[in-house]
């Protein structure tokens, strides 16, 4: 399977959601369904806010 974020940029996202504590040892079995959707959300509106500087640039 594809990596498409870096274990840093996840890291780096679970931090500013507030479950950084979980997955500090590197297991992301220990987020919740909750969380993992919150991630993903938020690397989407990253990826998003990323674009729309670019295009504009």
Excluded: C, P
Excluded at 6 to 23: C, I, N, P
Excluded at 29 to 44: C, D, F, K, Q, W
Aim: no cysteine.
């Amino acid at each position: 399977m594809a990596r498409l974020m870096s274990e840093r940029t996840k890291y780096q996202l679970a931090e500013e959601l507030g479950f950084a504590h979980k997955v500090k040892d590197g297991d992301w079995g220990n987020i919740t369904t909750r969380e993992a959707g919150s991630l993903v959300r938020a690397a989407i509106a990253k990826a998003e806010e990323m674009m729309a500087r670019n295009q504009w640039q």
